[in-house]
């Protein structure tokens, strides 16, 4: 991560379950996919770009999800080529499109603070419509055999009651992903601690 990012910015992320015109895809693949490969140390913690790489954030109102496939299949300096197969792209693109609640503002929307952490995260979820009767949460990282985890957070309802928030606390440092469960359905964000 760019070290030159206030780390009192939030980072607030959306992902969707289905994304528009992409039956196939996988969201929380996308975002592992993103995470995985640092696409934040260039673009962002926010993804709002930065010294030279192009804002990800609203790319679905810039760029239709084809020509966001293509950039990723086929990229252009500075940009490095990662090999993604059609299905990744198409992953890390729905992911993309979705970052600030897709084109309709119709997805939940998970805003870590703060957005650089060193030791721990309030995690907040807004949802969209009717909001959900369960919301828990649980941070991961990969580690040899197995993925070390937090403890898992039960979110609460806020004053607001499509907004659930609660405390992750993490082990160390390094990149983890948030995984959040609500009425059985699930959304995965990744998040870097500790640098």
């Known amino acids: 991560m760019p070290s030159f990012l206030n780390s009192t910015l939030t980072w607030s992320l959306t992902l969707a379950l ?3 015109g ?3 895809a996988d969201v929380n693949a996308g975002a592992a996919l993103v995470q995985q490969n640092g696409c934040q140390s260039c673009h962002g913690a926010k993804f ?4 030279g790489f192009p804002e990800l954030y609203g ?3 810039r760029r239709s999800r084809d020509q966001i496939v293509d950039a990723l299949l086929h990229p252009k300096a ?4 990662y090999g993604f197969t059609a299905a990744q792209a198409s992953d890390i693109a729905d992911y993309l499109a979705n970052l600030d609640g897709g084109a309709t503002g119709s997805q939940p929307t998970i805003t870590f603070s703060p957005a ?3 030791d721990y995260v309030l995690v907040m979820v807004r949802f969209p419509g009717t909001p959900p009767s369960h919301v828990s949460a649980v941070a991961s ?3 040899g055999a197995g993925p070390m985890k937090s403890p898992q957070v039960e979110l609460k309802p806020t004053s607001d009651p499509h907004v659930f928030e609660g405390r992750i606390e993490f082990s160390m440092a390094g990149s983890w ?3 959040i469960d609500y009425d059985g359905k699930e959304l995965d964000s990744p998040i870097v601690v500790g640098q």
């Open 116 to 118: 650089h952490p060193s």
């Open 141 to 143: 990282m990969a580690m």
């Open 22 to 24: 992409a039956a196939n």
């Open 78 to 81: 500075p940009m490095p080529n």
């Open 48 to 51: 709002q770009g930065s010294s």
């Open 177 to 179: 992903t948030v995984h």
């Open 59 to 61: 790319i679905e109102h």
């Open 18 to 20: 289905v994304a528009s």
